[in-house]
Nanobody
């Protein structure tokens, strides 16, 4: 199972970006999809996750500004980021966990996409 993330870029503070992540490969099910980020000199941190039933969880720092969603038919997860702040600058990684068609569980990461918010 592989993940391909895209949609990052450079945006001014207060602007918006939408990240997308596509899962492909021997997918039987995707239980949880999420977005994490890692800023320079900091540890990777959770941004938002969404489970197959649609329940979501957000980091306190992004609540009310970011929205995670998924399209189960397309094996896609999205992150709509509004009211961006310079402190949102980081490399954003998507993550997926589930079961493959070969009946092994997987937990995979995308390659990361850079988000830079200028002040």
């Amino acid at each position: 199972v592989q993940l391909q993330a895209y949609g990052g870029g450079l945006v001014q503070a207060g602007g918006s970006l939408r990240l997308s992540c596509a899962a492909s490969g021997s997918i039987f099910s995707i239980n949880t999809m999420g977005w994490y980020r890692q800023a320079p000199g900091k540890q990777r941190e959770l941004v938002a996750v969404i489970i197959s039933g649609g329940s979501t969880n957000y980091a306190d720092s992004v609540k009310g500004r970011f929205t995670i969603s998924r399209d189960n038919a397309k094996n896609m997860v999205y992150l709509q980021m509004n009211s961006l702040k310079p402190e949102d600058t980081a490399v954003y990684y998507c993550n997926a966990e589930g079961w493959s068609t070969e009946l092994y569980d997987y937990n995979v990461w995308g390659q990361g996409t850079q988000v830079t918010v200028s002040s």
